[in-house]
């Protein structure tokens, strides 16, 4: 044989001796599978039902801006069983002891015999997915966990336990709507809603067997391919809790006195346009709940809060001064046939007065008589833009827009287009858009354009979340915006300021009796009638709204507020009796509450302290020393664990040395006050008599004697 | 000259192994872009095509890279054998000693700068059959030789067998079997070929003891459980009854290309249970034509054995379609429940960048002996 045939030989055998019955009989094994045993493997496919399940993941915390949780998911958990996972022997080592402490702690039903019993029964039966209690908290589960064959785990033990977690919101009704919720069929509310991408997290997915069709009721699979859901992130609002409590108390108590309809409150940070606090109330049957948020999504006729935009656009235009004197028609006057009055009970005496004391009284015909002498019809006979100025003006102070704010649902501002017949402009329109009628805002964007007069003309954009954090660490930080650099001149945004605090501090001005002592406060009254009808023959009324709309302290605004009230039933409806005094409250109490707003007394530098000027060399407990020092304010050096220290100078501060007392000992207690002197003494079994006032001066018994429970007189001075 | 004429004049060599490689290719694709959608949600938040694009780009690489080595004469591969044996076993040692862990295993090493992780045993394993093809090749005067032939050829095996087994048994086990068949044909006298299967078992016995001692680098404690899987369940551990649903959801011609339903199911779809899929989709027809596409293979290199006048040649092709179509058999048997489960890829077809582009060049070295072989026979 040569070699090229033995080649081929043992080639030859390899192809037909192995390649294609090896071939023959994975084509065999195929064909097997798929077709003799085909129906069976098909029908395990059904039965054995998995899918990847989505595991939901954590969501994140919505924080106050001091860091309190204001809505968060608390994990519990659902316990299983799974009967068959342990192998026969595990089972029944653990079978008894196990039915112990079943019957003992979770199936209370059963005796320790009974427990057994079903045990073994499901087993038998076997079931693999047997709820053993639902919603269990951490800490139970770790005690299921413990008992035995449970706490061998899942694929020994059968022990499932499913993670599950319920949202919940620590502070209750407090800026409940704002916080919101994000619910199955429902339209995401609030922050829950505008966030819900960033705080939900990414679901994860786990390959899941159905155990039970019938009920739905899936069992994760171990061991296999797992995509581990990532936890939501933290949001960082803006909201103040103290402020948020404050403002809730508040408006909650005027809903109650004035039986209103509903309510609103809104605290902003002047400088930032940061939302402090945002309280809705609103009737139910179950009483007064944040059901609705009226500060962001209720556009209304705000009424005579408004006439601060009116003015500003008159003063920005350089029409009038503040001490011009405009005419009031003894508070009334008709505009085409249609009537217009004055609630002020010092109108019906005056025919004209200043601008300022028109703006103070709220005469409603002063400023819709200026304003139509300025902007109406006959300004635009003369060839002038007439009211188109006007409107302009307005969408300068960017009343026309909505501001933003970052929760869905904010409703859009109505302001007329000039002479558009589309909007119903005529006559009339002029002179009541002036005192706040024919046109809606949203309390938010009434407060925006409130809080840019306040900061000095330089309107901020609205925002409640200051932040996006994850494990504490910011993520995204969300810095204040400018809407408008500068929303009107600043002299006339100085002079409209001007106006503000006359409201609350002249005697005739409407929000007069609100004035406070301790810090002072500008703002505007507002009373809007709501369902009116305007007739030749007076107006017909369905209600009012009142509300009030400010800031303080007068003199460098930190916060501005917004109150509104829906349909006061009872204890009167003007903005100054209804609104007013809630604004008053949540004033009063921020102010209380913030000791940085308030003036500073002692204003000058540091006193520096040098040794000489210290105490030194007192004896006495370190814990003492130490929080004497906190309210001084010096920061000690030293950290004894004695009981009893002394206090050295120390350049500029203070040392607290230890001082070790011997134990068996009579020790020296002198210099010690009598109370660190007792325990010491007494501790070593002495029995203590006492002799005049002050610290030790001298001890009956020498240092250095032995103790026999002898009697030691202390003499203080 | 129109394009598909200009390719078929680039492409030299034996056009039927052309048309296995350019059949495997199309399944490879079809077969991945449908199974890797858990994979792709996992990793790549559910982009199925950044797996599919990521995989065609690794096809035509290896397709280009089977045309340059094509390109090559089969010669020059010899000559280089020693060299890339030498170089092989440190990359060897270092990966059972440093090597990254993926999916439990130590089998891979990081390519220093570009980053790649890379599969040392399949290099080890290219440049172990040239050297024993080129060894049997050169020794076939005295191949009978217990001394001067067999020693020469058998310390190899044994040195780069013994370090790919600790992480990677099923390799080890292969390319064994690859030798053993080579020097089979190449005339090693039959008792040799026995001790040789003897002494593997011997080695194989010893892995197993060193595991119990070194668990990290020895994974022996899974090829047991496998082992005892494979022994004591009829119907196979979860991962092979879900693929017996896969297939039998398939039946004769499938469900049609991107409906498996079992790819939701079974762990590692696009890799070690392809078959299983591909028999979801396209049926026991499409399963007998993956069968049937090694086959040709093999039947291809055996009619190039029967004509080269080479030996070293002769040897190349079959040391590389043997280690090809055990790779594939061994695959396929674990879907269909023949063998125990081993993580063994389908050549051509398995997702894997190191996989395809070592057996792209498998591909291109045999179809460069094919095209010498070729020229010689047409001058004859």
């Known amino acids: 044989m040569d070699i090229k045939n033995e080649v081929l030989y043992r080639v030859y055998f390899l192809l037909f001796g192995i390649v294609v019955p090896a071939s023959l009989a994975l084509v065999y094994r195929t064909v097997e599978i798929t077709v003799f045993e085909g129906s069976r493997w098909r029908a395990e496919g059904e039965k054995r039902y998995l899918d990847y399940r989505t595991v939901e993941a954590d969501r994140g915390n919505i924080l106050a801006a001091d860091g309190n949780l204001l809505a968060t998911s608390i994990p519990y958990f659902d316990l299983y069983f799974d009967a068959k996972a342990a192998p026969d022997e595990v089972f029944e080592a653990n079978l008894d002891t196990l039915a112990h402490c079943l019957a003992y702690y979770v199936l209370e039903d059963y005796t320790v015999g009974g427990a057994r019993e079903y045990l073994v029964s499901l087993r038998e039966g076997n079931n693999r997915y047997v709820p053993l209690r639902q919603k269990v908290s951490y800490a139970e589960k770790k005690f299921i966990e413990s008992f035995p064959l449970f706490r061998m785990g899942r694929n020994r033990g059968g022990f499932i336990a499913e993670k599950r977690s319920e949202r919940k919101r620590p502070f209750g009704i407090l800026a409940q709507r704002t916080i919101g919720y994000v619910r199955e069929g429902a339209k995401p509310v609030g922050l829950e809603g505008a966030y819900d991408e960033a705080l939900g997290g990414q679901p994860g997915q786990q390959l899941m067997i159905c155990v039970d069709p019938s009920k739905d009721l899936w069992m994760p699979v171990d061991d296999l391919t797992v995509i581990e859901p990532e936890s939501g992130n933290d949001i960082k609002t803006t909201i103040d809790l103290d402020i948020q409590d404050i403002t809730e108390q508040a408006l909650s108590r005027a809903v109650n006195v004035h039986d209103a309809e509903w309510g609103t409150a809104l605290v902003m940070e002047v400088e930032t346009g940061a939302v402090r606090a945002i309280a809705n109330l609103g009737r139910t049957k179950q009483g007064w709940w944040e059901t609705y948020n009226h500060a962001v999504g209720t556009a209304t006729e705000p009424g005579s809060t408004f006439k601060a935009a009116s003015v500003l656009a008159m003063l920005e235009d350089g029409y009038l001064a503040l001490d011009d004197s405009i005419r009031v028609f003894e508070g009334r006057a008709e505009f085409y046939e249609e009537v217009m009055e004055d609630a002020s009970p010092y109108s019906y005496r005056l025919d004209s007065v200043s601008l300022r004391e028109a703006f103070e009284i709220s005469s409603n015909v002063g400023i819709a008589k200026a304003v139509e002498q300025f902007y109406g019809e006959k300004n635009r006979r003369n060839g002038n833009e007439g009211a188109a100025r006007f409107i302009r003006r307005l969408k300068q102070f960017n009343l026309h827009q909505p501001v933003g704010i970052e929760i869905e649902g904010e409703a859009n501002p109505y302001i007329k287009e000039a002479y558009s017949e589309e909007d119903y402009w005529s006559g009339t329109t002029l002179p009541w858009m002036s005192i706040g009628y024919e046109l809606e805002l949203t309390p938010l964007q009434l407060l925006t354009f409130y809080n840019a007069v306040a900061n000095n003309g330089k309107m901020m954009k609205p925002y409640m979340v200051s932040a996006v954090e994850r494990n504490g660490q910011v993520e995204e930080q969300f810095y204040p915006t400018v809407l408008n650099r500068r929303i009107a001149s600043k002299e006339a945004v100085r002079q409209l300021q001007e106006l503000l605090l006359a409201v609350v501090e002249n005697e005739q001005g409407t929000a007069h009796k609100l004035q406070a002592a301790e810090y002072r406060f500008a703002g505007k009254t507002g009373t809007a009638q709501v369902n009116y009808k305007k007739g030749p023959r007076g107006n017909s009324i369905g209600g009012h709204q009142a509300s009030f709309v400010g800031y303080f302290p007068a003199e460098s605004p930190k916060y501005s507020c917004i109150v509104v009230i829906n349909k006061p039933r009872r204890g009167g409806f003007y903005g100054g009796d209804v609104a007013g005094p809630v604004f008053r409250e949540i004033a009063d109490n921020i102010y209380r509450a913030k000791p940085q707003l308030h003036p500073v007394l002692n204003m000058g530098a540091e006193l520096a302290l040098d040794e000489g000027s210290l105490p030194g060399f007192s004896l006495g407990d370190p814990a003492d020393f130490r929080s004497l020092m906190e309210q001084l304010e010096i920061r000690p050096y030293g950290e004894p664990e004695t009981d009893v220290s002394v206090l050295r100078p120390k350049g500029d501060s203070l040392m607290i040395e230890p001082r070790t007392l011997p134990e068996d000992v009579v020790p020296s207690v002198v210099g010690l006050g009598l109370r660190d002197a007792l325990s010491v003494l007494e501790n070593r079994g002495l029995k203590v008599s006492v002799e005049g006032v002050g610290k030790v001066a001298r001890q009956s018994i020498k240092p250095g004697t032995s103790i026999r429970g002898q009697q030691i007189k202390l003499y203080l001075r | ?380």
């Open chain 2, 1 to 380: 000259m129109s394009i598909a004429k200009r390719i078929y004049a680039e492409l030299q060599g034996d056009r039927a192994i052309w048309g296995v490689i350019a059949v495997l290719s199309i399944f490879s694709i079809l077969a991945v872009y449908s199974s890797t959608g858990t994979l792709a949600y996992r990793e790549m938040a559910g982009d199925t095509e950044a797996f599919l694009f990521k995989h065609l780009l690794i096809v035509a690489g290896g397709l280009f890279l089977t045309y340059l080595a094509h390109l090559m004469h089969y010669k020059r591969y010899s000559r280089a054998a020693p060299v890339l044996l030498l170089i092989s076993i440190p990359l060897l040692v270092y990966t059972v000693a440093f090597g990254a862990d993926i999916n439990d295993a130590r089998r891979w090493i990081q390519l220093p700068i570009v980053g790649i992780t890379f599969q040392t045993s399949d290099f080890a394993k290219l440049a172990l059959i040239i050297y024993v093809a080129r060894t049997i090749g050169a020794k076939q005067e005295y191949i009978k030789d217990f001394q001067s032939a067999f020693l020469p050829i058998i310390v190899p095996v044994l040195i780069i067998c013994g370090l790919i087994a600790p992480a990677d048994l099923s390799t080890a086990i292969l390319l064994f079997v690859t030798c053993v068949f080579m020097m089979f044909v190449g005339r090693v006298a039959l008792p040799y070929i026995g001790l040789l299967l003897l002494l593997g078992v011997v080695v194989f016995a010893m892995l197993i003891i060193l595991g119990e001692f070194f668990p990290d680098a020895i994974r022996s404690e899974t090829w047991v459980n496998r082992m005892r899987e494979y022994m004591d369940s009829p119907d196979g551990g979860y991962q092979v009854q879900q693929a017996k649903i896969a297939m039998a959801n398939g039946e004769w011609f499938g469900l049609g290309p991107g409906n498996s339903i079992q790819r939701n199911y079974l762990p590692s779809p696009y890799s070690d249970f392809i078959y299983a899929i591909i028999v979801e989709e396209y049926g026991i027809f499409g399963g007998v034509l993956i069968i049937a596409l090694y086959v040709t293979l093999f039947f291809r290199a055996t009619r190039l054995v029967t004509k080269s006048p080479k030996a070293f040649g002769a040897m190349l092709v079959i040391g590389l379609s043997i280690s090809l179509i055990l790779q594939a058999f061994i695959n396929i048997a674990v879907s269909v429940h023949l063998v125990p489960v081993t993580g063994v890829t389908l050549p051509m077809v398995s997702m894997g960048g190191t996989s395809i582009l070592f057996t792209c060049l498998s591909f291109g070295m045999i179809l460069s002996v094919s095209k010498y072989i070729e020229s010689v026979s047409a001058e004859e």
